[in-house]
Nanobody, 127 residues
Framework: QVQLVESGGGLVQAGGSLRLSCAAS????????MGWFRQAPGNDREFVAT????????YYADSVEGRFTISRDNAKNTVYLQMNSLKPEDTAVYYC????????????????????WGQGTQVTVSS
């Protein structure tokens, strides 16, 4: 069993920054990719960013490109999401997810292609 534990959420003013962390653990954890998704009340869960574990290749949603940066620490089995220039529309519960096996890159933007999920961390951006 793989466990993903997020941290780093909170309340911030528009234009501010936050860094989310997601630590993965499990007896035989290995990941093809790890990503971040978010869900605001009344909305579907949407893709934010993902990173391919082997080569560090990253992919972003258009809405966060240039403002958010996803990174990883292989030794710690941890993925980070640095969020800058935050906007009120970034307010949501942010979820970390892990995909175990190889898949077409385009599918990494779909939440149903991830095997493990964290419990979520609230990010609130005030105007």
């Amino acid at each position: 069993q793989v466990q993903l534990v997020e941290s780093g959420g909170g309340l911030v003013q528009a234009g501010g920054s936050l860094r989310l962390s997601c630590a993965a653990s499990g007896r035989t954890f290995s990941s093809y990719a790890m990503g971040w998704f978010r869900q605001a009340p009344g909305n579907d869960r949407e893709f934010v960013a993902t990173i391919r574990w082997s080569d560090g290749r990253t992919y972003y949603a258009d809405s966060v490109e240039g403002r958010f940066t996803i990174s990883r620490d292989n030794a710690k089995n941890t993925v980070y999401l640095q969020m800058n220039s935050l906007k009120p529309e970034d307010t949501a519960v942010y979820y970390c997810a892990a995909r175990s096996s190889r898949v077409l890159t385009s599918f990494l933007r779909r939440p149903d292609f991830y095997d493990y999920w964290g419990q979520g961390t609230q990010v609130t951006v005030s105007s």
